[in-house]
Nanobody, 116 residues
Framework: QVQLVESGGGLVQPGRALRLSCEASGLSFWIYGMSWYRQAPGKEREFVASIAPTNGPTHYGASVKDRFSISRDNEENTAYLQMYSLKPEDTAVYYC?????????WGQGTQVTVSA
């Protein structure tokens, strides 16, 4: 059974950094691309970033490009989202996703709140 578990969220002040982790199990992690999405209250889920199986290439949503960085450690079966220069509008639940065997699998999400 594929499982994704996010961690690393929390309350952070504007301008600070935070790193999220997504640990995967139940699949050959190194074969699959990984993605991060987020959903703010009252808004649709939004694409944040993705990374190919072999640590590249990467893609970013327009609102986070140049501030966020996605990476992965295939030995640890973990994907990361390093977030810099956080803004209040980055407040959301962040989810990781993998497309495996014809369907999308999502983690439970981790809350990120950017506030002074």
């Amino acid at each position: 059974q594929v499982q994704l578990v996010e961690s690393g969220g929390g309350l952070v002040q504007p301008g600070r950094a935070l790193r999220l982790s997504c640990e995967a199990s139940g699949l050959s992690f190194w074969i699959y691309g990984m993605s991060w999405y987020r959903q703010a209250p009252g808004k649709e889920r939004e694409f944040v970033a993705s990374i190919a199986p072999t640590n590249g290439p990467t893609h970013y949503g327009a609102s986070v490009k140049d501030r966020f960085s996605i990476s992965r450690d295939n030995e640890e079966n973990t994907a990361y989202l390093q977030m810099y220069s956080l803004k209040p509008e980055d407040t959301a639940v962040y989810y990781c996703k993998v497309h495996y065997s014809g369907r999308d699998y999502w983690g439970q999400g981790t809350q990120v709140t950017v506030s002074a």
